[in-house]
């Protein structure tokens, strides 16, 4: 008997190995096109393109967008001996058309690898491209895919967005190096918090205005610079924050995770920087009647980390109270900016419609499908409460 239940044993645990897959559809990295980064940009014919078109490569399509597609180099092609140019760890293929999707399967014909996009990190799209084709067109193929992951991050440029996934720094891969870009956050407080495919569909979806983080190039850098708006209803490209009017708005949403406020001293001429530790916010919609207004309320704790007057005592509580003056000015006058900016654009961004709709919902479901434009002529004040902690190692500068 007792051999027969090990019989039976051994027969199930064969069957239930047969049931298991194990690996085999897998393919060798090698043997894959990995994308690691995507440009869009208005389309423009490249001579390359031009010579496949003139030899009979051509395919219907209208030329709406030019699509450059960046591509890890295989670690076998690599050869130690080569020169700079030969080592680039990436390479970037270029097609025109009106479809994301036909466009990538287009280039399938021209390299001997298939493209694959479970590595693609990054996705810039110029804002000339945003005013003629919505944001909900370029990324249907990006949503829908399979194989792309919804934390792939989204970047707007005012420029060719092709140009951002040009090699900067030797050695690096464009399209990553952008996205570690946001590591930086806690030291620079005019920068968006990164914005995912995840993050916009809400938006999308509601049609409500978000932002995009802006990337600008030169020959030898790229930094991250301002914000596009992405407009509510229309989904295209709706205007530009500058870096002090992100600053600003980094601000009344209480999303800052570090940097710092620089201002001068009215009495002294001097700079002064207050470090930030830590920042919270909170919007508050005001109803009376037909009326509607907000008040926002900013804390922050921090500490000079920079002083240029040697000659100020640092423990003196009534210059340390002047100072936390001069830098609630100073961010109060930031978050006038923005939202001056917002009105001018008819663009809320900074979540004045979220507020309305969670404290006063009846209000809400009255002016929500015109909000951007209701917004446009809402008040709003600002009240800041800075706290300065210390001074650093020292109550007194360098003379």
Known sequence: MKRVRLGFLGMAALLICSTLSGCWSSSPVEDLNLETGIAMDVAEQSSQEEQINRKGG???????????????VPEENKSSGSSPSQTKKFYNVKGNGDSVFEILREISLRINRPPIGFHLKTVIISSSLLRKVPLYELLDFFLGDNDIRPSVQLLISTGTASEALQEKIPGQTPAFALKDIFENRKRNSRMLKPVSLAKVIGPMKAKRSFLLPNVITTESEVKLAGAGIIKGKAQTYGGFLNESEVEGLMWIKGELKGGLVKSIDPETKKNIVYEIKSVKSSIKAIVQGDDISFRVRMNSEGRISENFNPNEDLGNNRLLG?????????????????????????????????????????????????????FSTIPVQFSTDIHIEDYGASKTTAD
Do not use: C
Not at 349 to 372: E, M, S
């Open 58 to 72: 051509a395919y219907p399509k209208k030329e709406l967008i030019t699509g450059t597609f960046q591509f890890i």
């Open 322 to 374: 002047r100072e936390e003056s001069i830098f609630q000015e100073k961010v109060n006058s930031l978050a006038k900016q923005t939202v001056a900016k917002m009105h001018t654009l008819r663009a809320d961004v900074g979540g004045f419609g979220d507020a309305l709709r969670i404290q006063h919902p009846k209000v809400w479901k009255k002016v929500k499908d015109d909000w951007d434009k209701t």
